[in-house]
């Protein structure tokens, strides 16, 4: 069932059920770089953590809008290995910690790190670069928006600094309403491991790879109090078109 995840003892697919889980489709997964966990969102808007070698949900939070994506944060931002980003259907991409919890019921909890607002649609994917420098985010908008990573602290709630957006295709930003699909979007991103390109798996079939040659140049000499005329940048880009044999 969609609702429920099978598993046995010896991690086989569909013999015994020995947790419930979401009651909508899971949208995004990952581990836990240090730790035997794993964190899973879903359409029904809850973020959920298991310790999968106790078989138990040590963690949940629940959110009024669908949850789209998620990713662990890489050890260079969170060596404790305790915290997730989750990208929402509304645009939104909200960090969350694990942290202990004041309710003898919920020895565990989720705690919102940080929360920011790149797209204007869904939140297709997440991705920090290989330095956790940098987080790139795709929306349905068409839009790849590239933020300054930083470390959340205490319980103090911060925001990413924007540094710039590219356009993948030919609908200008701003004239889409909110939560309409662009013609074009990316649907996963994946860095290069020198940092300076991204790749697009596009939902038109087509990979594009952006060139941040110049975003790491600009990256080193940011300031958030610089003033900031646009974000959006124009980068450059080449299409990579497959050709399968018939």
């Not at 909890?109 to 956790?132: E, Q, T, W, Y």
């Not at 790879?209 to 940011?222: K, S």
């Given at each position: 069932?969609?609702?429920?995840?099978?598993?046995?003892?010896?991690?086989?697919?569909?013999k015994?059920?020995?947790?419930?889980?979401?009651?909508g489709e899971?949208?995004?997964i990952?581990?836990?770089?240090?730790d035997?966990l794993?964190?899973?969102?879903?359409?029904?808007?809850?973020?959920?953590?298991?310790?999968?070698v106790?078989?138990?949900?040590?963690?949940?939070?629940?959110?009024?809008?669908?949850?789209?994506c998620?990713?662990?944060?890489?050890?260079?931002?969170d060596?404790?290995?305790?915290?997730?980003?989750?990208?929402?259907?509304?645009?939104?991409?909200?960090?969350?910690g694990?942290a202990?919890?004041?309710?003898?019921?919920?020895?565990v909890?989720?705690?919102?790190?940080?929360?920011?607002?790149?797209?204007?649609?869904?939140?297709?994917?997440?991705?920090?670069?290989?330095?956790?420098t940098?987080?790139?985010?795709t929306?349905?908008?068409?839009?790849?928006?590239f933020?300054?990573?930083?470390?959340?602290?205490?319980?103090?709630?911060?925001?990413?600094?924007?540094?710039?957006?590219?356009?993948?295709?030919?609908t200008?930003?701003?004239?889409?309403l909110?939560?309409?699909?662009?013609?074009?979007y990316?649907?996963?991103?994946?860095?290069?491991p020198?940092?300076?390109?991204?790749?697009?798996?596009?939902?038109?079939?087509?990979?594009r790879?952006?060139?941040?040659?110049?975003?790491?140049?600009?990256?080193?000499?940011?300031s958030?109090?610089?003033?900031?005329?646009?974000?959006?940048?124009?980068y450059?880009?080449?299409?990579?078109?497959?050709k399968?044999?018939?």
């Open positions: 069932e969609d609702s429920k995840f099978i598993v046995d003892d010896n991690y086989c697919v569909g015994r059920v020995f947790n419930q889980f979401h009651s899971i949208t995004g990952d581990t836990c770089p240090i035997h794993v964190a899973t969102c879903s359409s029904d808007g809850s973020i959920r953590c298991l310790d999968y106790k078989k138990k949900e040590i963690a949940w939070k629940q959110f009024d809008r669908p949850a789209t998620l990713r662990w944060l890489p050890t260079t931002l060596p404790s290995g305790r915290m997730v980003a989750v990208g929402f259907a509304d645009g939104t991409v909200r960090v969350l694990l202990e919890g004041t309710d003898t019921k919920d020895r909890v989720f705690i919102r790190k940080m929360v920011c607002k790149p797209h204007n649609s869904a939140v297709v994917d997440l991705a920090f670069n290989g330095s956790g940098v987080l790139a985010t929306g349905k908008d068409g839009i790849v928006f933020l300054r990573s930083m470390s959340p602290s205490g319980n103090e709630l911060r925001s990413y600094w924007p540094l710039k957006f590219v356009s993948l295709g030919s200008p930003n701003g004239s889409l909110p939560g309409m699909k662009a013609a074009v990316c649907e996963r991103l994946t860095w290069s020198n940092d300076a390109n991204i790749l697009c798996v596009c939902s038109d079939g087509i990979l790879e952006i060139d941040l040659h110049r975003l790491v140049g600009e990256l080193m000499a940011y958030n109090e610089d003033e900031v005329v646009t974000y959006e940048a124009q450059p880009m080449r299409e990579i078109i497959t399968i044999p018939v």
